[in-house]
């Protein structure tokens, strides 16, 4: 029984090395590789509507990111076609740079400390923040107002801690109440179930209609910036030019406005 | 992809996967006793000769063997909520868990106690024992020969099929390996770690398993 | 008229999942296929061989079957290499999809044929080298298609395992039915949306299990 386990254990460690060891070959010249490959490889969400999302009749991916992405192909190339995306998820974003499958990915990624000693991010393209939205009906004008109420958050998101932190701040006490998805926040905002409705901004955004109202207030900034694998500074320089380009043509605002972030 | 610094590292944050290894016990351990009783219920329904609950189990069976665990996970998870149950991803975890793999076992005490000779029912019957006492006393004895080992085969898919919590947050091995490794990059250790773990579970479970097998085929 | 899906009409809606339910079909139709080529070698070794080939099946069997397919769908997807032997392997996320799918199923699968082989009663061995056939004679000709007639049902069974298991390669971004059905979901604003449209995911996946488990028992040698 002994030998097996043993035999077992080691079986596995030896397909696993074999499995995994690839030469890491890191070039001089990341661009030139690039374009001898003929194609930017991106990564990129297909189910977060607004930044990277899949169009279910044409198969294509649509978004803000998606158009920034195209944006640095057409720095590369001249060409903002010669781009191919590839639906990553939390779990394989990361992996799939350090792989070189990618070259870049541009996938409502979180810059953090931590993560930047992992990879190499650009500068910031999006601010995201946690938001409260309330009915307009209900007379709540800023997040001081809702001393006592209930907010409704998604189960297991971070916006709770955020909020608390947020309502330590401003001396008061809140009431959470726990949701599985946003639609159910929403249906229960509606139904004075619950007072207010907090998640990420672009999120809540997309739940805006005429009787609600978001708070001015935001909590805990998430920024979002595109990573390449740690040391690839010849794209990460090319993408931050990108980035200044369009910040300075007013393209980028234009793009934030059509995806309906701003 | 596997250099001394990552190990180091990873040993240096065993912790995590260690409180993730916890926490699958904890689900494997409280979902497996619940599969235990609803094989057990399901699985008499069965046998039971009464026409609706034979019904419902077969029911119950078809429809929980024949969907993914991780539609039915998503559909807990999810509606739940909207009838006002509000329960944390390791009690989704449980039931979930125990109602899909209860689906199985259900199907495993069903054929154990079509195994034991139909003339010891009748004989029970004829002296008076009702079905539950006949089943308890005489029938399910001699059927967790037969069961034992297809239900430790179960038990063993359960641990494995633990992992799918990984997809709602809940806190098990999986989740813990897999979110610790994105934030570290710290991947091949990672899994190699992570499959041993599993592995130390489950391949005790599973030889375990083969030798009750080997025993009941040559006894 | 509001389409309940909103935004999404019911056609739409249906089209997409489909598409997705044939992405899921895919992998596991050959997961299944390859598993059950190299699950056959795996079990006959297993099955007649005591020397090094039947352990190092016996090893890897044990191996595979105690760790969860999740696992191997992670690898798989994140430690494939893009490109072997210089060419670049079309379709990636799907090709290490079905590759890990494999390695994972034909461990179940040599359990099935190895099951199938024990049941074969040992003296139909001794009659037929008896009668001058070989080793591989006898497995090829006598032995494996009986075995075959009594997994057959088991192997249906298996191949609705696969159908239901590649729902987990939403993790690593495959498009199948249930990626699909996330997606579809990402523009509903209603409770009650979310909730049939996971109830309608369920349904396909039953139907479409529950007419492969019918047809298994419709098939005749």
């Given at each position: 029984m002994k030998k097996r386990l043993f035999a077992v254990a080691l079986f596995l460690l030896v397909c696993s090395v074999a499995l995994f060891a690839q030469g890491a070959s890191e070039g001089s010249d990341e661009i030139a590789k690039i374009k001898a490959k003929g194609v930017l490889s991106v990564g990129c969400k297909v189910?977060?509507?607004?930044f990277g999302y899949k169009n279910?009749?044409?198969?294509e991916v649509e978004g803000f990111e998606i158009d920034l992405s195209k944006a640095v192909a057409k720095k590369i190339?001249?060409?903002?076609?010669k781009v191919e995306f590839t639906g990553v998820t939390a779990k394989t974003r990361g992996p799939l740079l350090d792989t070189g499958e990618l070259d870049m990915v541009a996938a409502t990624f979180t810059v953090t400390e931590e993560r930047k000693q992992s990879w190499d991010f650009s500068q910031i393209y999006y601010v995201d923040a946690v938001a409260v939205m309330v009915k307009k009906?209900?007379?709540?004008?800023?997040?001081?107002?809702?001393?006592?109420r209930t907010v409704g958050v998604a189960q297991s998101a971070t916006t709770k801690k955020s909020l608390e932190a947020g309502a330590a701040e401003a001396g008061i006490t809140l009431k959470y109440s726990e949701f599985a998805t946003y639609p159910e926040l929403k249906v229960a905002l509606d139904s004075g179930r619950i007072d207010a409705f907090s998640v990420d901004f672009a999120i809540l955004n997309g739940y805006m209609e005429d009787s609600c109202m978001i708070l001015p207030e935001r909590f805990a900034p998430q920024d979002y910036g595109i990573a390449v694998k740690k040391g690839n500074t010849a794209l990460l320089d090319l993408v931050n030019e990108t980035i200044d380009e369009l910040r300075a043509s007013g393209e980028l605002d234009a793009m934030l406005v059509k995806w309906g972030l701003k | 992809m596997f250099k001394i610094w990552m190990w180091e590292r990873l040993f240096s944050d065993f912790g995590v996967f260690l409180r993730g290894f916890a926490v699958t016990v904890g689900v494997s351990v409280c979902a497996l006793a619940l599969t235990l009783v609803i094989s057990l219920v399901v699985g008499l329904f069965r046998c039971s000769g009464n026409r609706a609950l034979s019904a419902f189990s077969r029911g119950y069976m078809s429809f929980f063997q024949n969907t993914p665990l991780v539609v039915q996970i998503f559909f807990f998870y999810n509606v739940l909520p909207r009838l006002n149950v509000i329960l944390s991803p390791f009690a989704v975890g449980c039931f979930g868990l125990s109602l899909y793999t209860g689906a199985f076992g259900a199907a495993v005490v069903e054929a154990a106690v079509n195994a034991v000779p139909h003339g010891q029912l009748e004989a029970a019957t004829s002296q008076g024992f009702g079905f539950l006492r006949t089943m308890f006393h005489i029938v399910l004895p001699q059927a967790m020969k037969v069961a034992l080992p297809p239900m430790t085969n179960q038990a063993v898919n359960l641990i494995k099929n633990s992992s799918v919590l990984a997809m709602i947050a809940g806190g098990e091995l999986m989740y813990r390996a897999d979110s610790w490794a994105s934030d570290s990059a710290v991947y091949g250790p990672t899994f190699v770690v992570t499959g041993l773990l599993y592995l130390s579970l489950c391949l005790p479970l599973s030889m375990a398993a083969r030798k009750l097998e080997k025993k009941t085929r040559h006894p | 008229m509001m389409s309940f899906f909103e935004p999404y009409s019911l056609s739409e809606v249906l089209l997409f999942l489909f598409k997705g339910l044939g992405v899921t079909m895919m992998i596991a139709l050959l997961s299944i296929l390859f598993s059950f080529l190299f699950g056959t070698i795996l079990g006959v070794a297993r099955y007649s061989s005591k020397g090094i080939l039947g352990k190092l099946a016996a090893v890897y069997i044990d191996c595979v079957r105690n760790i969860p397919l999740l696992l191997f769908i992670l690898s798989f997807r994140l430690?494939?290499?893009?490109?072997?032997f210089g060419y670049k392997i079309p379709y990636k996320p799907v090709v290490s999809a079905i590759l890990a799918m494999t390695v994972f199923t034909s461990a179940m699968v040599a359990e099935i044929i190895r099951g199938g082989l024990n049941s074969i009663p040992k003296g139909q061995w001794e009659a037929a080298t008896s009668q001058g056939f070989t080793f591989a004679g006898t497995m090829v000709h006598i032995i494996l298609p009986q075995a075959l007639k009594k997994i057959l049902v088991p192997m249906m069974g298996q191949f609705v395992t696969c159908i239901k298991d590649t729902s987990f390669c939403q993790v690593v971004g495959i498009s199948e039915l249930m990626l699909n059905a996330t997606i579809v979901m990402?523009?509903?604003?209603y409770a009650s949306q979310v909730i049939v449209l996971y109830s309608l995911v369920a349904l396909i996946y039953y139907l479409v299990n529950i007419s492969v488990l019918h047809l298994s028992k419709k098939i005749k040698f």
């Open positions: 189910d977060v509507p607004s279910i009749n044409t198969g190339f001249g060409d903002e076609t009906a209900s007379g709540f004008t800023s997040f001081k107002d809702l001393d006592g | - | 430690m494939f290499p893009s490109y072997v990402g523009k509903f604003r």
